[in-house]
């Protein structure tokens, strides 16, 4: 390999390297503000899928308490996140999925057409 192909790897390698670290960083900056966000009253969803309303901020962590029961969870401020919007609801640029009837299936038709049928002469 000459010289320009070494200089070309070099680039690629040096391009990779700078954008891995700067999404690294953006996302670090994102979990920071999102930690950040965190307060007393909010309602949040867990890493685990469970959706709390936080009683406590603490350095590291979050006391949570989950409905119905009203169970009280210590987790890390890293397995939280807010709710994005209220549960059950469409996103606002989201519209509503309407749910069509499915056509007759051939295994419909031919449980129609296996009745009886009466002679109309």
Excluded: C, H, W
């Excluded at 962590?61 to 059950?88: G, I």
């Amino acid at each position: 390999m000459d010289k320009m192909q070494y200089i070309y790897l070099i680039a690629i390698i040096a391009i990779f390297a700078v954008t891995s670290i700067l999404s690294q960083r953006k996302q670090k900056k994102r979990m920071e503000q999102l930690a950040e966000s965190l307060r007393a009253g909010v309602k949040v969803r867990t890493a685990g899928g469970f959706i709390g309303t936080i009683l406590a901020v603490n350095e590291d962590t979050v006391v949570l308490e989950l409905s119905p029961d009203n169970v009280r969870a210590e987790l890390l401020k890293a397995a939280v996140a807010p709710l994005e919007q209220p549960l059950n609801q469409p996103a606002e640029d989201e519209e509503p999925t309407k749910i069509e009837e499915a056509p007759n299936t051939p295994a419909e038709d031919n449980a129609e057409s296996s009745e009886p049928k009466s002679d109309e002469q």
